[in-house]
């Protein structure tokens, strides 16, 4: 049996003392220990952090159930979770805003990826980007400055992101947490198991285009221009990056609908 536990090197002695520093507490942390999945929120006092998390586990009862992992923790490869627990760590060493990994664990036996999980640290007043823009009377909805200096804020901090390889690969709007402070909005990156180097089948452009997907239709055209400005900076050819945006999200929708349709 394969045991790997990650924690955060600052909270590694709080962890301990509040005795959440171990593969087998981890893996119970929040729901039933025994359902194949499990996303909890969970209040543990923990010193320097705001001693709420959000949990996220998975187990899987049989090979069957873990075919769909091969390469992800099951046979090779790194468990998603333990993986995302990397990706937001690298994301926040780069000075990309994303949610702070608190602590992952996985456990592997005979090379099947029996179970894994991830805890990050709960962000005060953060709500998704998606719910934000669905939810009349929010602020980033109906005030047309904070909702485009949020959007601006978005694209700055996935220029950045790009900009050191990275590729989120789930660049959902529910995927993007966003603080408002007297009105001033703040990002969060968050959900970014996938993410990886660019490659060839997964590039920046694949995270614009998921993006503006979301934005499409929910937000006004002159705000979708602000960010991909931000994003394109003033060395970036506006109008052919939004070209080739439009041309990808065209495709990406196309195969939602056919899967929709299936």
């Known amino acids: 049996m394969g045991v790997r536990l990650l924690l955060d090197k600052m909270l590694a002695p709080a962890l301990a003392a509040a005795g959440i520093a171990s593969a087998p507490v981890i893996l119970r942390l929040g729901g039933n220990p025994e359902a194949s999945s499990s996303v909890a929120v969970v209040d543990v006092p923990v010193d320097g952090t705001t001693g709420r998390f959000h949990v996220k586990r998975y187990r899987y009862a049989s090979w069957a ?35 702070r990994p608190v602590a992952a664990a996985s456990i592997t036996k005979s090379g099947r990826l029996v179970e894994h999980a991830l805890a990050t640290e709960h962000v005060d007043g953060a709500i998704d980007l998606e719910k934000r823009l669905s939810t009349p009377g929010d602020p980033v909805r109906e005030d047309p400055a904070v909702r485009r200096r949020a959007l601006v804020i978005l694209g700055r901090h996935v220029h950045r992101m790009h900009l050191e390889g990275f590729v989120h690969r789930d660049l959902f709007a529910r995927n993007v947490l966003v603080t408002l402070d007297e009105s001033e909005p703040a990002i969060w990156l968050c959900d970014c198991r996938r993410g990886g180097n660019s490659s060839m089948r997964s590039k920046p452009i694949d995270d614009l285009a998921t ?19 931000a994003y394109a900076g003033s060395t970036g050819s506006l109008g052919s990056l939004g070209r080739e945006i439009e041309k990808k999200r065209d495709a990406f929708e196309r195969r939602q609908g056919r899967r929709d349709r299936a």
């Open 211 to 229: 993006i503006d997907s979301d934005l499409h239709g929910k937000v006004p055209a002159r705000d979708r221009v602000a960010a991909l400005r």
């Open 65 to 99: 159930e873990a075919k769909g992992l091969l390469g992800r923790g099951t046979l090779w490869g790194t468990a998603p979770e333990v993986k995302e627990f990397k990706n937001l760590a690298f994301l926040r060493e780069k000075g990309i805003p994303a949610v």
